[in-house]
C-alpha cells in the first residue's frame, strides 16, 4: 500500500488515496486486533483521537491559530454530518459532544471516560457503559440490562448510561473514512471543490514543519 503522507495542494485523487491506502491502511494495521481485546479505553481514545485528524481535513482551518487546526468543534461536526449517513445511526449527531467530551476528553485527558451531572435533565448524571457485544448486557443497581449501542439506559434511579459499543464505533469510523472518500470522488467527478478547498487548507498547513521557539 501507498505511505504517500500529506502534501501541497493535493488533488482530489491524492486525498481518496491518502484517506484509504495511508491513513485507513495504517489505521486498521495498527488497531484491528484491539477490538477483541478486553481494553476498551484504549481503542476508544485511538479512535477519537484519530478522529480529530480525519475532522480537521473534513472541516478545514483558518490559518489563524495552528494549535486550533484539530477543535472539539470539527470532531462533532464530523460526527454530525457525516456519521449518521454513512452508518444510517443518527444518534451520532445526536450524542456528537457526549461522545467527544467523554470518550475523547476524558481519556485523554483524565484517563476515564467523564461522568455528567445537570439537575436540567431527565436524570441528574449521566455516566458511561461498554459494551463487548450488541446489544450486550450491563450492571445496574438492581441486577443487569439489556444495552445497546448509543441507546440511553437507566442504571440508577437519578443515573442513566450512554452504552459504546467498541465493535461498533470501530467499524462506523472506518465506514465514516471511507464515506469522506467516496465525497471527495464525487465532488470530483460533480466538478465541485468545497471539500477539497477545505482539505487543502487543513493538508497544507500539516505538511510544512510548525514554527516553535524551542531551540537546539
Known sequence: MSSQPLSHGMTHQQAVNFLRNHFLFNFCYETSGLTERPAPWVLT??????????????CGWDGTNRRQIARPGNCTRFLTEVFPV??????????????????RTGTVHQRNPKR???LES?????????????????????????AT????????PDTMALPISIKALYRDFVQ???YFAEALEREAEAGGGELLRRWRQTADALSKAEDTHLTW
Not at 149 to 156: E, P
Request: proline fraction near 1%; hydrophobic fraction near 45%; include cysteine.
Open 45 to 58: 481514545r485511538t479512535i477519537l483521537c484519530a478522529l480529530d485528524f480525519i475532522a480537521a481535513l473534513y
Open 86 to 103: 454513512a452508518t444510517g445511526n443518527e444518534r451520532y449527531g445526536q450524542f456528537a459532544e457526549h461522545l467527544y467530551e467523554m470518550f
Open 116 to 118: 455528567f451531572v445537570n
Open 122 to 146: 431527565r436524570s441528574r448524571i449521566l455516566t458511561w457503559a461498554f459494551l463487548q457485544k450488541d446489544p450486550g448486557v450491563i450492571k445496574t443497581a438492581t441486577g443487569e440490562t439489556l
Open 149 to 156: 449501542h448509543l441507546t440511553l439506559v437507566h442504571v440508577a
Open 176 to 178: 465514516s473514512c471511507e
